[in-house]
Nanobody
Framework: QVQLQESGPGLVKPSQTLSLTCTVSGASITSDYYYWSWIRQPPGKGSEWMGA???????WYDPSLKSRATIPRDTSRNQFTLQVTSVTPEDTAVYYC????????????????WGQGTHVTVSS
């Protein structure tokens, strides 16, 4: 059973960097069977795919993030991280990490694994 768990601060101030970690169990993040993704859902809006890292370390980002996002990983801890710089209140959302056979994912489908999500508020 693959399990993913997001962790990180629930409150970030504007202009600071948001950093969330996804801890994976039951599968290795170096496996190329899955893309390891970050997805967010702002309040009252649909889900947005933010980016993903493959088992071999290739990374893709949604262009709308305008180079503010990075997805580093720690293979020794089986974790991957989302970092978003220069956050604004528009970055307030529930953030999810997921494992999927699809690169771009915005909703659950059979065979995917998702974390429970963590709410992040950007406010001073």
């Amino acid at each position: 059973q693959v399990q993913l768990q997001e962790s990180g601060p629930g409150l970030v101030k504007p202009s600071q960097t948001l950093s969330l970690t996804c801890t994976v169990s039951g599968a290795s993040i170096t496996s190329d069977y899955y893309y390891w993704s970050w997805i967010r859902q702002p309040p009252g809006k649909g889900s947005e795919w933010m980016g993903a890292i493959s088992g071999s370390g290739s990374i893709w980002y949604d262009p709308s993030l305008k180079s503010r996002a990075t997805i580093p990983r720690d293979t020794s801890r089986n974790q991957f991280t989302l970092q978003v710089t220069s956050v604004t209140p528009e970055d307030t959302a529930v953030y999810y990490c997921a494992a999927s056979s699809d690169l771009v994912v915005t909703s659950y489908k059979g065979g995917d694994y998702w974390g429970q999500g963590t709410h992040v508020t950007v406010s001073s």
